[in-house]
Nanobody, 119 residues
Framework: QVQLVESGGGLVQAGGSLRLSCVVS?????????????MGWYRQAPGKQREPVAN???????NYADFVKGRFTISRDNAKNSLYLQMNDLKPEDTGVYYC????????WGQGTQVTVSS
């Protein structure tokens, strides 16, 4: 049963923008509703380990990796069980597969969405 579905990736030139979406189906985080979970976006560049990009607490407080501060914005819509990542001023080094998952409680990773930034 697919529980995390990411979308919105694509090929974009440096300086461009993309908006990623993640829909969480059911209550995969030990039965708790999406709204109470600390959620995050992660990415995996070719040949590198998966790394955290941004996260958002249940109350809405956000945190960002230094390499995306000022360029990316994470948000959530609890009514839609959805997580978003607005990415502006994209750079070639932002290329990778982007995933959503919990921060404290994680479930099986989804298929991710590919982001490719050309120079």
């Amino acid at each position: 049963q697919v529980q995390l579905v990411e979308s919105g990736g694509g090929l974009v030139q440096a300086g461009g923008s993309l908006r990623l979406s993640c829909v969480v189906s059911g209550r995969p985080f030990t039965g708790s509703p999406f709204s109470v979970n600390f959620m995050g976006w992660y990415r995996q560049a070719p040949g590198k380990q998966r790394e955290p990009v941004a996260n958002i607490e249940p109350g809405g407080r956000t945190n960002y990796a230094d390499f995306v501060k000022g360029r990316f914005t994470i948000s959530r819509d609890n009514a839609k069980n959805s997580l978003y990542l607005q990415m502006n001023d994209l750079k070639p080094e932002d290329t990778g597969v982007y995933y959503c998952n919990g921060v404290v409680r994680k479930v099986d990773w989804g298929q991710g969405t590919q982001v490719t930034v050309s120079s």
